[in-house]
């Protein structure tokens, strides 16, 4: 089969380590609908049928499914004695597939993944991409991930500085920023069903945290902060919009629940859980606070600013690279809740600055943080791992 140009048609093996939905699994879809069918054919590998294998298959791309293990940090020898055991059976069959599929390039989409991909596409002798999207501290798992990566892509400048730490090449490192579908968060007016549903009065100031809900995004931070804002801004309302995803902390809800009571605002904060509509979450949203400070991106902070919203963030990492304190939105110092108090609080009182912050946010995401140049980006790694493989 012939692609562009009388060029034989490439195929992509994509690697995930979740058949469900969150940011990586966005930048799946993203990287499945970035590619040119008459030059690539993508075959998505996950470990079970979930949303995500329908979203890809919107795509154009084949899924198909392996038990690829998430691992979880633990010293228990019974537990570790289980993921060597089912390394020693998913890598075998992995190369198996990339050979009898006659894949061309492949892309380990998580640390988890390219754990699993890379030494198999070693095996099969293809060329693999890891995408990077984490500042998790890896131990010794990360000189291992980077050797087995032909070309590592890295979300943010933060994080190409963490793999830099490890990677023992630094030419084979690459910052590819992910991409925002503008048009999908143009405001639309759906806010007004977010708006019924959870009975939000007309005068609300609606602050948002969007995000997993695990411990490192910084959950209370955001409820320290949303204490202090209610002193200042009596219309002020908080929605959490969130779950955990993968269940790693049993009763942390229940815990920020109870944390929000504790503080004397639990009717004043709304936990929606997770939330599929995030364009109208963003459409009735009047600021996004952004509280982790180890962001390595930050998708929801160019989501919201796509959507014309002013952000406050922490001022570091992912974060800080998207936004320009002052000009598009504020960054503030990380794990100040005071300072993420005056800052949502000057925007409740100042709605010409909050309009024109979030003017200027969704000019900066359309023009810097596009698909287009996501697309362009991701396609050029490609032709760079397979020149370089001499193929």
């Known amino acids: 089969m012939v692609g562009n140009g009388g060029g034989k048609l490439k195929t992509v093996a994509i690697v995930n380590h979740s058949a469900y939905g969150g940011g990586a699994e966005q930048g799946m879809v993203d990287i499945a609908s970035c590619l040119d069918p008459e030059e690539y054919r993508v075959l998505a590998v996950l470990p079970e049928r979930g949303d995500l294998a329908e979203r890809l298959e919107g795509t154009g791309a084949e899924v198909i499914t392996v038990p690829l293990k998430r691992l979880k940090k633990t010293a228990n020898p019974f537990t570790l004695a289980g993921y060597l055991y089912t390394f020693g059976r998913v890598v075998p069959r992995l190369a198996r597939i990339f050979r009898e599929r006659e894949i061309d390039i492949v892309h380990a989409n998580s640390n988890t993944a390219q754990l699993y991909a890379g030494p198999a596409a070693k095996v099969a002798g293809k060329p693999c991409v890891w995408h990077s999207r984490d500042l998790v501290n890896l131990g010794p798992l990360g000189p291992l991930l980077a050797r087995t990566s032909d070309l590592t892509i890295c979300i943010s400048d933060a994080v190409l500085k963490h793999v830099s730490s490890f990677s023992s090449n630094q030419q084979k490192l690459v910052r590819i920023y992910n991409g925002i579908d503008v048009e999908k968060y143009r405001t639309t007016g759906q806010g007004e069903l977010v708006v019924r549903e959870m009975k939000i009065g007309a005068?609300?100031?609606?602050?948002?945290?969007?995000?997993?809900?695990?411990?490192?995004?910084?959950?209370?931070?955001?409820?320290?902060?949303?204490?202090?804002?209610a002193g200042d801004v009596p219309e002020a309302l908080f929605l959490v919009v969130g779950d955990d995803m993968f269940g790693?902390?049993?009763?942390?809800?229940k815990e920020l629940k109870g944390y929000a009571a504790e503080l004397g605002i639990a009717e004043r904060v709304v936990?929606?859980?997770?939330?599929?509509d995030m364009g109208a979450i963003y459409d009735c949203t009047d600021v996004l606070a952004h509280t982790a400070s180890a962001e390595p991106f930050g998708r929801v902070v160019a989501e919201a600013m796509a959507a014309g919203k002013p952000v406050v963030a922490a001022g570091s990492c992912g974060p800080s690279e998207i936004i320009r304190d002052g000009e598009d939105g504020v960054l503030v110092e990380p794990d100040d809740p005071a300072a993420v108090a005056a800052a949502v609080t000057e925007l409740a009182h100042d709605r010409d600055l909050a309009v024109r912050l979030g003017t200027a946010a969704r000019e900066r995401i359309a023009r810097d943080f596009g698909l287009g140049a996501?697309?362009?980006?991701?396609?050029?790694?490609?032709?760079?791992?397979?020149?370089?493989?001499?193929?």
């Not at 955001?222 to 804002?229: K, R």
């Not at 790693?248 to 809800?253: K, S, V």
């Not at 996501?374 to 193929?391: L, N, Q, T």
Request: aromatic share 14%; no cysteine.
């Open 203 to 229: 005068e609300r100031f609606v602050v948002a945290s969007v995000g997993q809900l695990v411990p490192w995004k910084k959950h209370r931070l955001f409820l320290d902060s949303a204490l202090l804002i």
């Open 248 to 253: 790693d902390h049993q009763g942390y809800i």
């Open 271 to 276: 936990f929606t859980g997770n939330r599929e």
């Open 374 to 391: 996501f697309s362009e980006a991701i396609r050029e790694a490609y032709r760079r791992v397979w020149e370089e493989k001499g193929s």
